[in-house]
């Protein structure tokens, strides 16, 4: 009798790994949750191209129913379109309106249609009316089904009704000043030569400012002559700028006091941005005034400029244009007391 030895049990099958999606639907995936963030940068572009006019226009671009309700309308889109994919969180919706402001911008700045000064001096408030408008639009959607919501459309058209009706057209003046001071271990006489002719400045003396951090050209020089009307300082900047200081108050070693005078070619095209042009309708400077005080062996140079500031949104503009000027003032004080204070000693 033959015995068969026992069954011994099957191995279990080995077990297959999942299939990877395929590449098509990952593809596809990845659109559809960006879709949001191009969607909100393509109305912000749009109305960017519609907001184009010329200072005092009904659709200039500086207008405050754009600076501000522009990117409150691009938090609002992104919000809307994300949710109509799924419910998002509050984090979401504010965040995810900044990154679609900041692509926005980058392609006004692609598209030339703003300078790097101008994206610098008004992304902050971009970034926060972007988040602004994605939070009210996800708490909409909350309480709305969110495939009913076409308050999207009236947040985009608002600014452009509004520009319509010419709503947004007043640009105060604001009338403003800053002051500084640095004391210097020189005598006036040394202060005095330099502050009126300052030559061969390199970038390294001056590009800490905040001011040239953001675009606009350092100086080169600064060298002044006397006329039979006053003194008269012939400055140049970098990309081919070029005015006069011109000054009819003035007392040497003591104090002078600097007016502008702009040609038509002083600023050639594309040196700085429009929006910010000095002698233009939304910013000027107006003097510059500098003092010399003797404090024993030293001196006490002091600078006050005078400013005016014009937009409708000067509650926001005057204090950017505060910090940028009371920032250059400090270094350009610093300038003077590196350059007079290796003069004045020995050798």
Known sequence: MTVEPPELPSSPPPVQPPAAPPRHDVSVSLLVHASPLFGGALIGLLLRLAFDGQPGQA?????????????????????????RIKPRSTMYH?????????????????LM?????????????????GGLGGVIMGAICRRLQRSKTPTVYSFVALPLVLGLLG????????????????????????????????DHIQASEVD????????????????????????????????????????????????VRWQYLFEDDS??????????????????????????????????????????????FNWYTVPLANWLIGDFSEVILDFYRHRAEPAAAPA
């Open 208 to 255: 800490r400012a905040w001011m040239y951090r953001i675009g606009v050209p350092t100086p080169l020089n600064g060298l002044t002559h006397e006329t039979r009307n006053g003194l008269v300082r012939e400055v140049r900047m970098g990309k081919g700028i070029h005015f006069q200081q011109v000054s009819t108050d003035w007392k040497p070693q003591q104090y």
């Open 59 to 83: 659709f200039a671009t500086m207008l405050w129913i754009f600076i501000v309700l522009a990117p409150f309308a691009i938090g609002a889109v992104t919000v809307y379109l994300a949710e």
């Open 267 to 312: 600023v050639p095209a594309g040196a700085l941005d429009d929006h910010v042009r000095i002698g233009g309708p939304y910013f000027d400077l107006l003097d510059t005034r500098y003092t010399l005080t003797p404090r024993g062996a030293a001196t006490e140079l002091s600078i006050r400029m005078d400013y005016r500031v014009s937009t409708g």
């Open 94 to 110: 504010f965040f995810m309106p900044v990154f679609s402001v900041s692509l926005c911008v980058l392609g006004s700045m692609l």
């Open 113 to 129: 249609l703003e300078g790097a000064i101008c994206v610098v001096m008004v992304m902050p408030i971009f970034a926060v009316m």
């Open 167 to 198: 709503v947004g057209q007043d640009t105060p003046h604001r009338f403003e000043h800053v002051e500084r001071r640095v004391l210097i271990q020189a005598a006036p006489a040394d202060v005095w030569k330099v502050l009126l002719d300052a």
